[in-house]
T-cell receptor, first 114, second 112 residues
Framework: QKEVEQNSGPLSVPEGAIASLNCTYSDRGSQSFFWYRQYSGKSPELIMSIYSNGDKEDGRFTAQLNKASQYVSLLIRDSQPSDSATYLC??????????????FGQGTTLQVKP | DGGITQSPKYLFRKEGQNVTLSCEQNLNHDAMYWYRQDPGQGLRLIYYSQIVNDFQKGDIAEGYSVSREKKESFPLTVTSAQKNPTAFYLCAISDRRNQPQHFGDGTRLSIL
């Protein structure tokens, strides 16, 4: 069973701090990785995608990928109360076996306290 | 999300009844997906379609059926065989299978 694991939290950080969310995956064939943000009662919204080892920055968000260790993380700098949400990690196997199917973790709930 | 319309927003099913959830898109994307989300859990794939008139089962297809007669539409039917249908149902689309997926606003299904 291909799995994506996240700590369900809640992860609580003070406003202005760096929030660090982590995700591990079991399928070494995974080549694409995504972070979605889901506010309570709403649908997931794509915030970051990463495909190669290293860091990818977009505004206050940085995604980090380490394929050798099979983990992907999301850093949120200068956390704001509006960042309070559940963050879903998802992986995809690309190449000839690619069906477009995403494997999701259960999500980490982030609480940013003013 | 812009270009993806799911309806209705809320749906109630009676015992033994089939219900159909609508997913329509106007972005001309090839791939469409149906996921189910239960409280405190991640998303699980029900069915997906890469092209018109073709679709494949996902991880939890039992008790569900789909059709893809038009590129812009991918309706999901929750049949009476699905004994635990209460969940948040999400439709997603992507331009091609190697592109990120974007979600509609979802449909909440409950049992009466």
């Amino acid at each position: 069973q291909k799995e994506v694991e996240q700590n369900s939290g809640p992860l609580s950080v003070p406003e202005g701090a760096i929030a660090s969310l982590n995700c591990t995956y079991s399928d070494r064939g995974s080549q694409s990785f995504f972070w979605y943000r889901q506010y309570s009662g709403k649908s997931p919204e794509l915030i970051m995608s990463i495909y190669s080892n290293g860091d990818k920055e977009d505004g206050r968000f940085t995604a980090q990928l380490n394929k050798a260790s099979q983990y992907v993380s999301l850093l949120i700098r200068d956390s704001q109360p509006s960042d309070s949400a559940t963050y879903l990690c998802a992986t995809r196997v690309d190449g000839s076996g690619n069906t477009g199917k995403l494997i999701f973790g259960q999500g980490t709930t982030l609480q940013v306290k003013p | 999300d812009g270009g993806i319309t799911q309806s209705p927003k809320y749906l109630f099913r009676k015992e033994g009844q089939n219900v159909t959830l609508s997913c329509e898109q106007n972005l001309n994307h090839d791939a469409m997906y149906w996921y189910r989300q239960d409280p405190g859990q991640g998303l699980r794939l029900i069915y997906y379609s890469q092209i018109v008139n073709d679709f494949q089962k996902g991880d939890i297809a039992e008790g569900y059926s789909v059709s893809r007669e038009k590129k812009e539409s991918f309706p999901l039917t929750v049949t009476s065989a699905q004994k635990n249908p209460t969940a948040f149902y999400l439709c997603a689309i992507s331009d091609r299978r190697n592109q990120p997926q974007h979600f509609g606003d979802g449909t909440r299904l409950s049992i009466l």
